[in-house]
């Protein structure tokens, strides 16, 4: 039973609980952000730089992949106005609409998913800059209450009290 005790203590030291607590609620601060980045950053990013969605960003490690991406670029190309101008070749590399998406790609080998990298590299770096902005805030605020404490005049020492107390009663009996 000793063994049980001892855990119970640990389980119930005040910075367990503080460290759950604040895993929980990091859990759903990064759902947050992973939502911000996702649904709200992400697109008009991607909007920005010529519809690119970076989610189904990769580079085929596959003959089969190569292979199906090429079918698939020629069927569009077909519908689409030729564009050789240099502009056109570099955003065909990140043109998304005439290659297979990453999941269908992923079933007919393996790809590096460099997109799903970058998403979470922005996400990253929003995440930290929101801690950041927290810590800052936090820090501002305790430096303006120890500037408050600091300000309001100390309470006197027990000593001055009682010398006080005397002399009133001093005062009082002439």
């Given at each position: 039973m000793g063994i049980l005790k001892e855990f119970r203590e640990f389980a119930m030291r005040g910075n367990v609980v503080d460290l759950a607590?604040?895993?929980?609620?990091?859990?759903?601060?990064?759902?947050?952000?992973?939502?911000?980045?996702d649904d709200v950053l992400m697109p008009p990013i991607g909007?920005?730089?010529?519809?690119?969605?970076?989610?189904n960003l990769y580079i085929s490690l596959s003959d089969k992949i190569d292979a199906a991406n090429t079918a698939l670029a020629k069927k569009v190309a077909a519908t689409q106005p030729a564009d050789d101008s240099m502009i056109g070749s570099v955003t065909s590399l990140f043109d998304t609409a005439s290659r297979l998406p990453l999941a269908e790609a992923k079933k007919l080998g393996p790809v590096i998913?460099?997109?799903?990298?970058?998403?979470?590299t922005i996400n990253f770096i929003i995440v930290a800059f929101c801690?950041?902005?927290?810590?800052?805030?936090?820090?501002?605020?305790?430096?303006?209450?120890?500037?408050?404490?600091?300000?309001?005049?100390?309470?006197?020492?027990?000593?001055?009290?009682?010398?006080?107390?005397?002399?009133?009663?001093?005062?009082?009996?002439?």
């Open positions: 607590v604040g895993v929980i609620i990091g859990a759903a601060f990064g759902g947050i952000v992973k939502s911000l980045v909007k920005m730089v010529g519809n690119l969605d970076f989610s998913a460099y997109g799903n990298f970058i998403t979470l801690v950041f902005i927290v810590i800052k805030l936090m820090n501002t605020a305790k430096k303006r209450f120890e500037k408050e404490q600091a300000a309001a005049p100390a309470p006197p020492a027990p000593e001055v009290v009682l010398l006080g107390e005397i002399r009133d009663i001093l005062k009082q009996s002439k």
